[in-house]
């Protein structure tokens, strides 16, 4: 990867086909990278980080944060709550889980991780299909789990509400928001005053799970499903 070095400041380089201007990203998981057009843009981008100093200092120790403690070798994450994780080594991938305790087959430990993240889908889904039943009409005419990088949710017009399945690693009240935050965009796509009062209706405590994802968010974005299984031996 070719790194930008100016006065001492060394800042990843990421060109982009899409990039129309010279920018820098702060990304979960990558730290603070200069992205640039597939074509120059080098000039601008060395002045860019030489006036932002300050800022990608600050935006680097912000990421190199870790107060959760997700990324544990022995469990995975339920609403917050560490459950233990067992591995076994078998011919073929399953995960069985209860609710104290989660086993995860598989013949090695790259397919192990690959459960790990298909039981994170599978209880987000779960989880959020409760929630659904529970809220006031109208519902969604699909409901996708994804990986989004910068979005926990999202709302076509066409009425499928897309949902992070690293929102399973938060507490409860957080994916619980982000599930009502969508349902409200069934009938508002904006982010205006009446959209914010249908969210404050049905959820008069949202502003307490919006600050945790702002001051969590990137940990959850940084997680990968491999932390549970890499250090781990597979039992046979």
């Known amino acids: 990867m070719e790194i930008l070095d100016v006065n001492g400041v060394r800042v990843p380089v990421r060109r982009s086909s899409r990039a129309r201007r ?4 702060a990304k979960a998981g990558a730290g603070v990278e200069l992205v640039l057009p597939a074509l120059g843009g080098e000039s601008t981008g060395r002045e860019l980080v030489a006036t932002h100093r300050e800022w990608i200092a600050r935006q680097s120790a912000r990421l190199e944060q870790r107060h959760l403690g997700l990324e544990r070798a022995d469990v995975v994450w339920r609403h917050g709550t560490a459950l233990p994780l067992t591995l076994r080594q078998a011919s073929r991938s399953r995960v069985m889980s209860t609710d104290d305790s989660v ?3 598989a013949p090695d430990l790259e397919d192990a991780a690959r459960m790990v993240e298909r039981w994170y889908r599978e209880q987000t889904r779960r989880v959020a299909t409760a929630l659904i039943a529970d809220l006031p009409e109208p519902h969604p005419t699909t409901l996708r789990i994804a990986d989004g990088t910068s979005r926990w949710g999202s709302c076509s017009r066409t009425g499928t509400v ?7 690693l938060a507490p409860f009240h957080v994916l619980d928001y982000v599930v009502v935050h969508e ?6 796509l904006d982010h205006g005053s009446t ?5 404050e209706e049905l ?3 949202w502003r307490e799970a919006h600050a945790w994802l702002r001051a969590h968010g990137s940990e959850l974005h940084a997680y990968d499903p491999a932390f549970a299984v890499k250090p781990l031996r597979v039992a046979a």
Do not use: N, T
Request: aromatic residues 10%.
């Open 103 to 105: 086993l995860v087959a």
């Open 183 to 188: 349902l409200c965009h069934l009938r508002h």
């Open 162 to 168: 897309s949902l992070s399945w690293r929102l399973m």
């Open 203 to 205: 959820r008069p405590d």
């Open 22 to 25: 010279v920018r820098l990203v």
């Open 195 to 199: 959209f914010w009062a249908a969210v």
